[in-house]
């Protein structure tokens, strides 16, 4: 039986980390708001009672219902064996997913950088001041952090030969900010050769391959998470 995967139709956003782990897996899915519609997305969500997800995204296996990216990972990850298979490794890959949301967010508030649920052109000044930190300061910083824990092991993996839900987020990481700051990853990555290694180990999985080459996969655009202002952008 597949999973119930809901997340907003239309871009790749939160929802791409869980769609990575579970297409590397071979583990099947519905994207149920690409075929039934952002209605019935916020139809399902509406219609649950007690504690419930806060937002998409959010994996449903029957009755059981599970949000939060690190959460979803850490849970399929152990189900499916994408985790470390012991307490204490998966314990230390749920601390490097809730780094990869930490910039993530920070990624997304670089366009966002006031509020939201205002236009990106609303806040264009403060997104060029954001731009400017995340770029010289915050992306190396997290990217050091990243590169350590991949030195942990022989590689390419976080585990070392073994893959698990963080390096498929890495993965999604680096190319989400590779579209978002051609010009500053261009200028960085090789500073970062275990971070990258990582990043192409993951593209050569035999799901990930399949994965990227399909429909299934969609585009990043100037609505999601990573989005690519020519104005925000340096080396």
Same mark, same amino acid.
């Given at each position: ?8 139709? #239309? ?8 769609? &990575?782990?579970?297409?590397? $897996? ?8 690409? %075929? ?34 690190? *959460? ?7 189900? *499916?064996?994408? /985790? $470390?298979?012991?307490?204490? #490794? ?16 920070? !990624? ?6 006031? $509020? ?34 991949? %030195? ?6 976080? &585990?070392?030969?073994?893959? %698990? *839900? ?9 190319? /989400? ?15 970062? $050769? ?10 050569? &999985? ?12 969609? !585009? ?11 104005? &925000?952008?340096?080396?």
């Amino acid at each position: 039986m597949a999973y119930d995967l809901w997340y907003w139709p #239309g871009i790749q956003g939160r929802g791409e980390f869980v769609r &990575l782990a579970l297409e590397a $897996a071979g583990v099947g899915y519905r994207d149920r708001a690409r %075929s039934d519609g952002v209605e019935a997305l916020v139809d399902d969500l509406d219609r649950r009672s007690g504690i419930r997800p806060y937002a998409p995204p959010y994996l449903v296996d029957g009755d059981f219902c599970i949000a939060q990216v690190a *959460h979803i990972l850490a849970w399929a990850g152990e189900k *499916h064996g994408f /985790g $470390a298979g012991d307490q204490a #490794g998966d314990l230390q890959l749920i601390m490097l997913q809730l780094t990869i949301s930490d910039i993530v967010a920070e !990624a997304h508030n670089v366009h966002h950088p006031i $509020a939201g649920d205002l236009y990106y052109e609303d806040q264009k000044d403060a997104a060029a001041r954001a731009a400017e930190n995340f770029r010289e300061q915050r992306i190396p910083k997290f990217f050091r952090y990243f590169e350590d824990a991949l %030195s942990a092991n022989d590689g390419p993996f976080v &585990l070392g030969d073994r893959w %698990s *839900h963080v390096d498929t987020s890495l993965f999604q990481l680096v190319e /989400g900010l590779r579209y978002a700051f051609p010009q500053r990853m261009k200028a960085i990555e090789g500073d970062y $050769a275990k971070l990258i290694a990582c990043r192409d180990a993951v593209a050569e &999985l035999d799901g990930i391959k399949d994965y990227l080459a399909s429909e299934r996969r969609l !585009a990043f655009n100037e609505d999601g998470i990573f989005r690519h202002y020519p104005e &925000l952008d340096a080396a």
